[in-house]
């Protein structure tokens, strides 16, 4: 085994930062299997919180509309 400067192993600090970046991959890919499993069966077919329905929004119109000219 190779020693660097101070005693420390080169190949077990080379082995010990890829095992971190390997669980840190596999970690992260758990994490986005929970929440593409948590969003439902296809998260981008759903709308999001922020987007309007433009149907919604002139029905809306409409019955305003019509509700101004019943009170005048």
């Known amino acids: 085994m190779r ?16 095992s971190i970046l390997v669980f ?19 998260p981008l077919d759903q709308p999001k919180s922020w987007e309007v329905d433009e149907h919604e929004v002139v029905n ?6 019509q509700a101004e000219q019943t009170f005048e």
């Open 60 to 65: 809306w119109m409409e019955q305003v509309a």
């Open 24 to 42: 840190s991959i596999t970690a992260a890919f758990f994490v986005l299997v929970l929440y593409l499993w948590l969003a439902g069966h296809n």
């Open 3 to 18: 020693f660097d400067d101070q005693g420390n192993e080169i190949m077990g600090n080379s082995m010990q930062w890829l």
